[in-house]
């Protein structure tokens, strides 16, 4: 199975299942004598976790990471840095009525056009259940930042659903407890600003810095949006209203591009908004398909989010966290 590592100079390779007994990644080509700060990592991980009860999932991890190599006391050894977690609270049973079926929206079918083959129980590869690994991997990426330069990395929730999040907070939890009640699911929007980063990050052509922000995005589960700078809303305006103007220090007056110009960093703040669909496991009665080509209605007895949006947020940092400590080694040759 290709396709399970991002980066070229820092790059993270993921591993694991849903219900597999462990998931987990390797972190290779982090710069040797990094601090790293075992209790920042857990922090970024707890950021992940579930924490509320109305509207995320039940299943509850403990989410201990346990390094393997790559590091001694708390340095970086300049090697691969493995890690792995264990998973102790799937409910391989919660799935027996599914099997050999394919859910509507979800991975199953592709998985198995793809493989002939998918994972007994829970979502496999496709479940939201690895990206602990991505989350561990980017607190390693941040933790390079942090210590070599001055870039900073901010996610916030922007909306749920159509409701703007800080200011519409009471309609957003009467949302969630009518979903509740029915069984269905909320998507939304996360802005992302990465600040202090220099000029000259990104490659031409196809690794433009742009180009690989939005492949990490779209490869977070339930992300089916990423716009740059003024996006959707710039593509709709003049050119005499979205260019971006010097000032003589090689700023510029504005930032319609979001900080990248011709896939590489201007200097100026980077900025990028995703969008999130609705989980498609409802806590509804589905019609769900068999191999066969026979419809079946099935309730759903996993345990699934309402809305991934908060969980969500530190998944974004860190996805943008390992492009940006990417294109810096990429950039300086490993000597930041």
Same mark, same amino acid.
């Given at each position: 199975?290709?396709?399970?590592?991002?980066?070229?100079?820092?790059?993270?390779?993921?591993?694991?299942? !849903?219900?597999?007994?462990?998931?987990?990644?390797?972190?290779?080509?982090?710069?040797?004598?990094?601090?790293?700060?075992?209790?920042?990592?857990? !922090?970024?991980?707890?950021?992940?976790?579930?924490?509320?009860?109305?509207?995320?999932?039940?299943?509850?991890?403990?989410?201990?990471?346990?390094?393997?190599?790559?590091?001694?006391?708390?340095? !970086?050894?300049?090697?691969?840095?493995?890690?792995?977690?264990?998973?102790?609270?799937?409910?391989?049973?919660?799935?027996?009525?599914?099997?050999?079926?394919?859910?509507?929206?979800?991975?199953?079918?592709?998985?198995? !056009?793809?493989?002939?083959?998918?994972?007994?129980?829970?979502?496999?590869?496709?479940?939201?259940?690895?990206?602990?690994?991505?989350?561990? *991997? *980017?607190?390693?990426?941040?933790? #390079?930042?942090?210590?070599?330069?001055?870039?900073?990395?901010?996610?916030?929730?922007?909306?749920?659903?159509?409701?703007?999040?800080?200011?519409?907070?009471?309609?957003?939890?009467?949302?969630?407890?009518? #979903?509740?009640?029915?069984?269905?699911?909320?998507?939304?929007?996360?802005?992302?600003?990465?600040?202090?980063?220099?000029?000259? #990050?990104?490659?031409?052509?196809?690794?433009?810095?742009?180009?690989?922000?939005?492949?990490?995005? %779209?490869?977070?589960?339930?992300?089916?949006?990423?716009? %740059?700078?003024?996006?959707?809303?710039?593509?709709?305006?003049?050119?005499?209203?979205? %260019?971006?103007?010097?000032?003589?220090?090689?700023?510029?007056?504005?930032?319609?591009?979001?900080?990248?110009?011709?896939?590489?960093?201007?200097?100026?703040?980077?900025?990028?908004? +995703?969008?999130?669909?609705?989980?498609?496991?409802?806590?509804?009665?589905?019609?769900?398909?068999?191999?066969? *080509?026979?419809?079946?209605?099935?309730?759903?007895?996993?345990?699934?989010?309402?809305?991934?949006?908060?969980?969500?947020?530190?998944? +974004?940092?860190?996805?943008?966290?390992?492009?940006?400590?990417?294109?810096?080694?990429?950039?300086?040759?490993?000597?930041?």
């Amino acid at each position: 199975m290709a396709g399970n590592t991002i980066g070229k100079a820092f790059k993270l390779t993921t591993f694991g299942e !849903s219900h597999s007994d462990f998931v987990g990644g390797v972190i290779d080509g982090c710069p040797a004598c990094l601090t790293i700060d075992m209790d920042f990592i857990n !922090s970024e991980i707890q950021r992940r976790k579930p924490t509320q009860k109305d509207i995320s999932t039940p299943r509850k991890e403990e989410d201990n990471v346990v390094f393997v190599s790559g590091i001694e006391n708390n340095i !970086s050894l300049g090697t691969p840095i493995a890690f792995f977690v264990k998973n102790e609270n799937y409910k391989q049973e919660e799935y027996n009525e599914l099997k050999d079926k394919f859910r509507p929206s979800h991975a199953d079918f592709t998985y198995f !056009s793809k493989f002939g083959i998918n994972s007994s129980s829970g979502g496999g590869r496709a479940s939201a259940r690895e990206t602990v690994s991505r989350v561990i *991997g *980017g607190s390693v990426a941040k933790l #390079l930042l942090m210590q070599k330069t001055n870039i900073s990395i901010d996610a916030k929730i922007e909306k749920i659903g159509k409701w703007d999040y800080l200011t519409q907070k009471d309609e957003i939890d009467k949302e969630f407890d009518r #979903l509740k009640i029915e069984g269905d699911s909320i998507g939304g929007t996360i802005t992302c600003e990465i600040n202090n980063i220099p000029a000259g #990050l990104g490659e031409p052509v196809f690794d433009k810095l742009s180009a690989d922000l939005a492949k990490a995005m %779209i490869s977070i589960p339930s992300v089916k949006a990423f716009e %740059i700078g003024d996006g959707f809303k710039g593509c709709m305006e003049y050119g005499s209203e979205q %260019i971006d103007n010097w000032n003589e220090d090689f700023s510029t007056k504005t930032n319609h591009s979001g900080g990248i110009q011709g896939g590489i960093s201007n200097g100026m703040k980077v900025f990028f908004r +995703v969008g999130l669909k609705p989980v498609s496991t409802l806590y509804r009665e589905v019609s769900c398909i068999d191999k066969d *080509g026979e419809i079946h209605k099935i309730e759903n007895k996993g345990r699934y989010d309402i809305c991934v949006l908060p969980r969500a947020v530190v998944i +974004v940092e860190s996805m943008a966290a390992l492009i940006i400590a990417d294109h810096l080694l990429r950039t300086y040759n490993n000597k930041i």
